[in-house]
């Protein structure tokens, strides 16, 4: 695969965990809430692929062009709005990898597919529970 892509596939996996990861955390530390901490952090052990040597040597941080923050990404209101911004951030790279993990594995983009919607679907529920303990 071509370094371009394995180099795109990384910096979407790694966001994708740490998005899931900020907001599992909220619900494991904050809410105390077992039941959603673990539904996050299943979807966080599912986005693996078998290609970590290739990605690690991919990765080339010092030419990111878009690595400084935007003003946006610098400062949050409150705890939902972390949440928010996580759940968007996740969501956004499970569509890329699942576009990308097609040129390597129908199996990788239906995983990835999943994990979209899962994490749709928990960004209802969840940000039901945070707006209700505002």
């Known amino acids: 695969m071509n370094r371009n892509n394995l180099r795109?596939?990384?910096?979407?996996?790694?966001?994708?965990?740490?998005?899931?990861?900020?907001?599992e955390?909220?619900?494991?530390?904050?809410?105390?809430?077992k039941q959603n901490a673990s539904r996050l952090k299943q979807l966080r052990h599912k986005s693996r692929i078998n290609l970590y040597n290739e990605l690690l040597s991919s990765r080339d941080i010092k030419n990111d062009v878009l690595k400084e923050s935007i003003k946006s990404e610098q400062g949050r209101d409150d705890l939902y709005a972390i949440l928010i911004a996580n759940f968007k951030r996740a969501q956004e790279s499970a569509r890329v990898l699942e576009e990308f993990t097609k040129l390597i594995s129908t199996n990788d983009s239906e995983i990835f597919k999943h994990i979209r919607y899962e994490l749709y679907d928990l960004e209802i529920v969840l940000t039901k529970i945070t707006s209700n303990s505002k």
Do not use: S
Not at 8 to 23: F, K, S, T
Not at 25 to 33: G, H, N
């Open 8 to 23: 795109l596939i990384d910096a979407n996996l790694n966001r994708l965990r740490e998005g899931i990861r900020v907001v």
């Open 25 to 33: 955390d909220i619900f494991r530390y904050i809410y105390d809430d």
